[in-house]
């Protein structure tokens, strides 16, 4: 049975329900979150699917919007929002409100039915659209604190987001006589370099290679080193030549 039940009135806050839906099942698993809009199945009657899972959750997120509290609706005994929420009281689930929107103020007990005045001595938290990641992982973080299996599933859910970011790091393999040394740096997703059986320095990515250590020694006549872009020619000249003997060399 889902630990979360999103209570909300469609038409004043069904786009907040879902965004809580999609970021709260992402972080705690599918079955975490109930949300009537897609937890009900096809043929599955209604009130009583309702009923028990408002009865078996842990925490209640009551999604309020700006016409929430004078909706003709909640004055209703027959109204499923405030039925949601008195039977979530009566069986001691934790009742969140929140609120949707930066400008959405608190809610009034003035304002409410007599039968739900307690709801605005509930401490609430907040949705905003410009600062939704923020404030969805605020309610997150609540939830979590709330419920110890669901902190549980965060915790892995953590470890194993961190092992997948580590497999998209590079990995590298030396394998075979390697005389010399490679260096590879940086990311590459998930392939890696695999260098066999060099006998020289070996350098992958881009940049000026270096390799002080590694130098040509060269010896003999005729041997010839270059380093960069050769835009010239190369030419070799191996003992005296006749001019050089006119010269007297």
Sequence with gaps: MSEIFLNYRTGDGNETAALLDQALKTRFGEDAVFFAGNSIRPGEP?????????????????????????????????????????????????IVPVLKGRRMERLDAGT???????????????????????????????????????????????????????????????????????LQSGEVGQIGTIITGPTGPVHTGSGTQNNHTHRP??????????????HGGISHRFGRTERDEADGR
């Design 46 to 94: 209604f009130p009583p699917a309702l009923l028990t899972h408002v009865r078996r959750c842990e925490v209640l997120l009551a999604v309020i919007g700006p016409d929430w509290a004078g909706h003709p609706a909640l004055r209703k005994e027959t109204d499923w929002v405030r039925t949601e929420l008195l039977e979530a009281r009566r069986c001691g689930v934790h």
């Design 217 to 230: 020694h060269l010896s003999g006549d005729g041997a010839a080193y270059v380093a960069g872009d050769n």
């Design 112 to 182: 409410l039915p007599p039968e739900l005045e307690w709801l605005a001595d509930l401490n609430s938290l907040r949705v905003d659209s410009q600062s939704h990641q923020r404030d969805v992982r605020t309610i997150g973080d609540e939830v979590a604190q709330l419920v110890p299996r669901l902190a549980e599933r965060d915790s892995q859910a953590g470890q194993t987001a961190a092992e997948e970011r580590q497999q998209g790091r590079t990995h590298n393999s030396v394998s075979g006589g390697n005389s010399g040394f490679s």
